[in-house]
């Protein structure tokens, strides 16, 4: 299986940094939260994170006090920064010293989901992670959560990576809905009332195959589950 991505945020607005991490814990990120800029200081050291979402206006220390001393220390971990609106010269200051992006509240979640995605296929692919092949004409990335069909590229979310790299590891297998969901969800049951797995298959076969109706990479098993086709 895929080694989850993982994303520090750093947010003293604890409603706002609980929304953000279910959002990315949806998609299959791993999610820990630093409420104040010290505590976060101490985290980006401690841990080893894909990502960090970092506040400018913190307690203790500022969103620009963390990330000068982390880019001080000689650390890389992509970074982005959530400014508040029309502040642009905070959204200046933030990538002169070091930032990879930044948001400006108030944001779509959505945006901010793909943002996150984004600085973590540049950071894999900065590291040569991957898990490489060729199926049906494209080129599949799982490290990188990338697919490359002719000259498009296509980004996967965790989860989408997660799901593929299940299904191939149990190719001639059929995997059932509740197997997906309790070793790829990880929900501690698998009886739940859910469309959630056939939903997820359905928009991933969009992105991926290139008839969704007549699906060559994740087969259907009727009344069973889905299938590795390649």
């Known amino acids: 299986?895929?080694?989850?991505?993982?994303?520090?945020?750093?947010?003293d607005e604890a409603t706002l940094a609980t929304g953000i991490a279910e959002a990315l814990?949806?998609?299959?990120?791993?999610c820990d939260v630093a409420e104040d800029g010290a505590a976060g200081?101490?985290?980006?050291?401690?841990?080893?994170?894909d990502v960090m979402l970092l506040d400018?206006?913190?307690p203790e220390l500022s969103g620009f006090e963390v990330m000068e001393t982390l880019r001080g220390e000689g650390s890389k971990i992509p970074t982005i920064m959530l400014t508040a609106k029309g502040a642009e010269d905070d959204r200046v200051h933030g990538?002169?010293?070091?930032?990879?992006?930044?948001?400006?509240?108030?944001?779509?979640?959505?945006?901010?989901?793909?943002?996150?995605?984004a600085q973590v296929r540049r950071a894999r692919m900065d590291r040569g992670d991957g898990d490489t092949f060729e199926l049906d004409g494209a080129i599949f990335d799982l490290g990188r959560l990338q697919i490359t069909r002719g000259e498009e590229e296509i980004p996967l979310?965790?989860?989408e990576g997660e799901i593929l790299s299940y299904?191939?590891?149990?190719?001639?297998?059929?995997?059932?809905r509740d197997e997906f969901l309790l070793q790829v969800w990880k929900y501690p049951t698998a009886r739940v009332e859910t469309r959630t797995v056939d939903n997820t298959l359905a928009a991933l076969r969009k992105k991926i195959e290139r008839n969704p109706a007549d699906p060559q990479i994740i087969k259907t098993v009727r009344g069973k589950g889905y299938r590795w086709g390649g």
């Not at 200081?41 to 994170?49: E, F, I, P, V």
């Not at 992006?101 to 944001?107: G, I, L």
């Open 95 to 117: 990538l002169k010293i070091g930032a990879d992006d930044y948001v400006t509240k108030p944001f779509a979640i959505r945006e901010l989901v793909a943002r996150v995605g």
């Open 56 to 58: 400018i206006m913190l």
């Open 41 to 49: 200081l101490k985290a980006a050291r401690r841990g080893s994170y």
């Open 167 to 176: 299904l191939r590891a149990h190719e001639g297998n059929v995997v059932t």
């Open 25 to 30: 814990r949806f998609q299959g990120y791993e």
């Open 157 to 159: 979310t965790p989860r």
């Open 1 to 11: 299986m895929l080694e989850k991505p993982r994303v520090l945020i750093v947010e």
